[in-house]
């Protein structure tokens, strides 16, 4: 069975190459489309779609909500690459299978990753149906060196040690904040602070507490992976959790998730979702971008 280890660089470029032989225009910015939020794709007009068994090396998505297709397409004048269905830990994948999207993404040009994802609140203040901002992430799998980077570091791709500061960078937080409130969003978009576990089961009430004591202020089981490696490899990150549900932190409450209630929330949110990712887009500056000095 192959390994990070046995993964090249040479194979991440053949995939590039692969896709680069079929599209326009290479994208500089992709978008992860989180579970029910594989719509968030149809905003391209003319997309170019592959499936994801299309192309070399890719591995297959199979959760329900996750229809595993990369679309390629401009977006606001940007040419952009949406990932309709991601890979998760708790499918069964390797950590390298989760992000190899990023690298070849990393290697297509792109410069600036968005994700979106569901997530459970743990905060008080949040209901299903919010948005949050993720100004940070915690970790937990790659905390108990679950981690996307273990393994020999290919310099090619980012640094042996890499920070984590300003991930989730900075500027772009600060423009999809403005946003929202030009939307009229204010009063249900947050920002906080995102806690990926292994999943697949949702959490008990004292997992629940525990991460909430943490300082998380949603859960979810994606996103901390391909944001490492994105940041690793140099991308500006932004990321969007769309709260489906409440975590239970009491014996008492009788709140339950399950993931149909989490598709149904995708499905209701979507066009807000579209809509604040689209003005993201739009307001990216692409000439900006190519003036920022790498890290
Ligand atoms: N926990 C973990 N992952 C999730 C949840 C949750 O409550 N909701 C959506 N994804």
Redesign the pocket.
């Known amino acids: 069975m192959q390994s990070t280890e046995d993964f090249r660089y040479e194979d991440y470029e053949e995939t590039a190459r692969w896709i680069l032989d079929r599209i326009q225009s290479p994208p500089v910015i992709a978008i992860i489309c989180g579970?029910g939020l594989g719509i968030l794709a149809d905003t391209l007009p003319e997309g170019k779609t592959f499936d994801y068994s299309q192309i070399p090396h890719f591995p297959r998505s199979t959760v329900v909500g996750h229809s595993g297709q990369l679309v390629f397409g401009t977006l606001e004048g940007k040419s952009c690459v949406f990932m309709k269905g991601r890979f998760h830990v708790y499918e069964g994948y390797p950590l390298w299978k989760v992000i190899l999207p990023i690298r070849v993404f990393k290697l297509l040009g792109v410069k600036i990753l968005i994700v979106t994802?569901?997530?459970?609140?743990l905060c008080e203040t949040y209901r299903p149906g919010d948005l949050m901002i993720i100004r940070d992430h915690i970790n937990m799998p790659g905390l108990a060196a679950l981690n996307p980077l273990r393994g020999p570091n290919d310099e090619r791709f980012g640094p042996r040690f890499p920070s984590l500061s300003n991930t989730y960078d900075h500027n772009l937080r600060c423009t999809a904040l403005d946003i929202a409130h030009k939307l009229g969003h204010e009063d249900f978009t947050h920002e906080g602070v995102y806690c990926m576990?292994g999943?697949p089961n949702?959490?008990s009430v004292a997992e629940a507490r525990f991460l909430r004591r943490l300082g998380a202020d949603a859960?979810?089981?994606s996103t901390a992976p391909e944001v490492v490696v994105a940041k690793h490899c140099g991308m500006r990150v932004f990321g969007l959790s769309l709260i489906?549900?409440?975590?239970a932190q009491g014996y008492e409450l009788q709140e339950s998730?399950n993931h149909e209630g989490?598709l149904e929330v995708g499905k209701q949110r979507s066009q807000v979702l579209q809509d604040l990712i689209t003005g993201l887009v739009k307001s990216i500056d692409l000439k900006e971008e190519e003036q920022q000095e790498p890290e």
């Open positions: 579970t994802n569901a997530a459970g609140s576990v999943g949702f959490e859960v979810g089981m489906t549900n409440r975590v998730v989490v």
